[in-house]
Nanobody, 123 residues
Framework: QVQPVESGGGLVQAGGSLRLSCAAS????????MGWFRQAPGKDREFVAA????????YYADSVKGRFTISRDNAKKMVYLQMSSLKPEDTAVYYC????????????????WGQGTQVTVSS
């Protein structure tokens, strides 16, 4: 079992950058794919990015493609979301999630979720 814990959120101006971190506590990290999702006020939670256990496979939402980069360090049991060229519409609570098996863009396929970290982008 994996328990994700997010950190790194905060307030940033439009055009700026921020890196979110997700620490995966638990006895093992092996075999888990990881995803980042976000929920803006008044909106449903949506997919942002995902990465497979083998870091060669990544997926991105169209809205963040080219601006966000997901990566992972399996030895440290960490997942990162580097966010650049941030826009006010990126403002949301960002969640890290884990699942056994292949990476997925479907949040219903993730079993383990963190508490979320707030990202606010000012215009």
């Amino acid at each position: 079992q994996v328990q994700p814990v997010e950190s790194g959120g905060g307030l940033v101006q439009a055009g700026g950058s921020l890196r979110l971190s997700c620490a995966a506590s638990g006895p093992t990290f092996s075999g888990y794919s990881m995803g980042w999702f976000r929920q803006a006020p008044g909106k449903d939670r949506e997919f942002v990015a995902a990465i497979s256990w083998n870091p060669g496979v990544t997926y991105y939402a169209d809205s963040v493609k080219g601006r966000f980069t997901i990566s992972r360090d399996n030895a440290k049991k960490m997942v990162y979301l580097q966010m650049s060229s941030l826009k006010p519409e990126d403002t949301a609570v960002y969640y890290c999630a884990a699942r056994i098996g292949y990476a997925s863009t479907n949040q219903n396929q993730y079993n383990y979720w963190g508490q979320g970290t707030q990202v606010t982008v000012s215009s």
